[in-house]
């Protein structure tokens, strides 16, 4: 709206928190007197939705230091308090499923097939399944790949070979498919995750 009128601001969510009081009181930017009031009171409107934001993120680390399950998964690389707590509030104890790669395929993280014969064809993931912790275990699978060369680990070793085979997006979806896994066996077993 201010960039309808000829006021530019930085999309940067600190310089909007600066700018927006500031064009409030400019009285010689030409905004009518409607215009400062939408503008207001959708300001006012996106520091009360931070305030509740802070809140949850508060209430989200609280369970997740009360919840021994969360504790365990979280040790994983790409999987921070936000994914374990989702995880464990979708699937519990992971008795639902047969095995690892069936949560991996209830998430979407396994390839779709179109097989014919004895032709196999796999396709893009599937993308069936919870959008909400798919994206999470991306977004976790995303930041190993782009840091695994920081460490001289197996588990790092490996996810640097698959980068350079077959690229950063499918060694992040693979990375994500194999912490799925991992988070299955954790949960299901009751085991701690030891890293390699």
Not at 38 to 53: A, V
Not at 68 to 75: D, H, L, V
Request: charged share 25%; proline share 2%; with cysteine.
């Amino acid at each position: 709206l201010l960039l309808d009128r000829g006021i530019p601001i930085g999309q940067a969510i600190s310089r909007l928190r600066r700018a927006v009081p500031l064009v409030l009181e400019d009285a010689s930017n030409g905004l009518s007197f409607r215009m400062r009031r939408t503008i207001c009171e959708l300001y006012d409107l996106m520091i009360s939705l931070e305030e509740r934001i802070k809140f949850f993120d508060k209430e989200i680390e609280a369970v997740f230091k009360d919840s021994e399950a969360c504790q365990r998964i979280s040790k994983i690389k790409g999987v921070g308090p936000k994914t374990a707590t989702a995880v464990v509030a979708a699937i519990g104890d992971g008795r639902e499923f047969k095995n690892g790669r069936h949560f991996a395929a209830w998430l979407g993280l396994v390839p779709r097939q179109h097989s014919s014969g004895d032709r196999n064809v796999l396709m893009n993931i599937t993308k069936r399944g919870d959008q909400h912790l798919r994206t999470l275990l991306v977004h976790g699978a995303r930041s190993v790949v782009r840091t695994c060369q920081s460490d001289a680990t197996l588990f790092n070793d490996w996810v640097v070979q698959l980068k350079e085979r077959r690229g950063f997006n499918k060694a992040t979806v693979a990375v994500a498919n194999k912490n799925a896994r991992i988070i299955w066996s954790i949960l299901r077993n009751k085991t701690n995750y030891v890293c390699s």
